[in-house]
């Protein structure tokens, strides 16, 4: 008799559950979560991607032997930045480098050999897929068939970084991902921080030249002034 009274108990939850109206805020609230994180990975993607086009714009500049003529910062949108204006380049607008998890975020810079800027990755050569250095620029400076403007973004499926190294990947079999030491994915954990230049990376105090420190606080770049 007990047994069918924790039965019929149990028939009479399940009916009486089943009758009550399903309650679907925490998925809806999973859902915008998800759909601000998105929005914000995004945004910082774009600014990010920005930065590396700057980059490109002030190796440019010194290797063509430009000027800079003046430094305007501004503050909105945030994070704020600078506009760099040269004598002959196009502007280049720098956005304010934003400290995170170095050990989480890619860092894309430059390093000089024979007179050539290259791209890095981590400090690393960023190579192709013949295992070639990518340039910056052209050989005179000049933005063409030798230079490419590689981009960052975060899968978000996987949630791993990935490099475009033409900087025009249009398929999505283009993105590789970004390796560690170990030769395994990096995951976006944590805060993102600048992957191009440091907090405070442009420094416009000299008189004669402007110096641009990168995200490993090491590389500096100086563009004199016209």
Known sequence: MKKITTIIFTAIMLAISGCQEYNDSAL?????????RI??????QATVNNNIGALQGIVTALQANDY???VDS?????PGGYYIHF??????????????????VPQIGVKQEADVYYWTLNSEW??????????????KGEKGDEGVTPQLRINATTNHWEVCLTG????????????????????????????????????????????????????KIKVAKY
């Open 28 to 36: 809806w609230t999973e859902l915008e979560n998800q759909a601000k």
């Open 39 to 44: 929005a914000t990975i995004e945004a910082w």
């Open 68 to 70: 800079v003529t003046s």
């Open 74 to 78: 501004f503050s909105t949108p945030s």
């Open 87 to 104: 004598t002959k380049s196009p502007k280049a607008t720098v956005w304010n480098g934003v400290k995170g998890d170095k050990g989480d």
């Open 126 to 139: 960023l190579t192709d897929g013949s295992g070639q250095k990518i340039p910056t620029t052209g050989s």
């Open 168 to 219: 025009t990947c249009t398929d999505e079999s283009e993105w590789s991902e970004v390796l560690d030491s170990d030769g395994k994915p990096v995951a976006a954990t944590g805060p993102q921080g600048d992957a191009i230049f440091a907090e405070n990376g442009v420094d416009n105090s000299n008189p004669d030249y402007v110096e641009f420190t990168l995200a490993d606080g090491a590389t």
